[in-house]
């Protein structure tokens, strides 16, 4: 009964409404990485503001990722300034591939080519190197 109530209320309620709901999902700085280092969270810029807006904080999460774990690989360091690098390293290329202000089309591209075909392999990578320095 309980689903029925919650289906006929988002069937009902305005479609204007999802441009309203403001959502929050940035990461407290007090949270550690499986490496012990503090989780930088993500600045105001690259979090969410509304429900369809969503897949902009998506696509700057994996980007963070995708390029942090490159950076890891690519200098053999895993100092925490290595694994949790400032948000500034994607600002230019999340700009660049329109992620500030493109259709989300642009996102499941990118991530279809560029993000899944590459994040396991780095992050097992990643994981052997930074697990032997402990």
Known sequence: MIYRAILFLALTTD???ADQIELRNSIQSAETDRYGCAIRPRPEHLTL????????????DKLYSLRRYQLVLGTGSCDCAVLQP???????????????????STYDDWADTAYFPMISGLRNAVRDLCEEAE
């Open 15 to 17: 479609p204007v409404m």
């Open 49 to 60: 503001s509304s429900f369809r807006d969503s897949w902009r904080s998506v696509a700057a």
């Open 86 to 104: 400032e948000w500034s390293i994607i600002e230019d290329e999340y700009q660049g591939l329109g992620f500030a202000d493109g259709p989300s």
